[in-house]
């Protein structure tokens, strides 16, 4: 199985930018495809954006597209997340995840969808 750990939340003011970081041991990380998602205080975890194995189909809810970007770099088995103009309704516990997918291009949108994930990293923008 593969082990997720996210890092590069913290507190921000609207407007700044974080990059976050998902790094992946324990399997070819290549084989997964790969999500970020967020969780409010008092909400249920929401997806956020989706990537697949090659890094060539990426996907972003409407609430943070044009603001946030997913990428990965399967030579450094590592996820990352750039949110730019963030806002106060950006504020979350954010959380990688990995599906084992092989060679299959897909994107994935459901927690149920995704069986590895990080212990997540808090994201607050203040306003």
């Known amino acids: 199985q593969v082990q997720l750990v996210e890092s590069g939340g913290g507190l921000v003011q609207a407007g700044d930018s974080l990059r976050l970081s998902c790094a992946a041991s324990g399997r070819t990380f290549s084989n997964y495809a790969m999500g970020w998602f967020r969780q409010a205080p008092g909400k249920e975890r929401e997806f956020v954006a989706a990537?697949?194995?090659?890094?060539?189909?990426?996907y972003c809810v409407d609430s943070v597209k044009g603001r946030f970007t997913i990428s990965r770099d399967n030579a450094k088995n590592t996820l990352f997340l750039q949110m730019n103009s963030l806002k106060p309704e950006d504020t979350a516990v954010y959380y990688c995840a990995a599906k084992l997918v092989g060679y299959y291009s897909g994107l994935y949108y459901d927690t149920g969808d995704y069986a590895y994930w990080g212990q997540g990293t808090q994201v607050t923008v203040s306003s």
């Open positions: 990537i697949d194995w090659t890094g060539g189909s990426t």
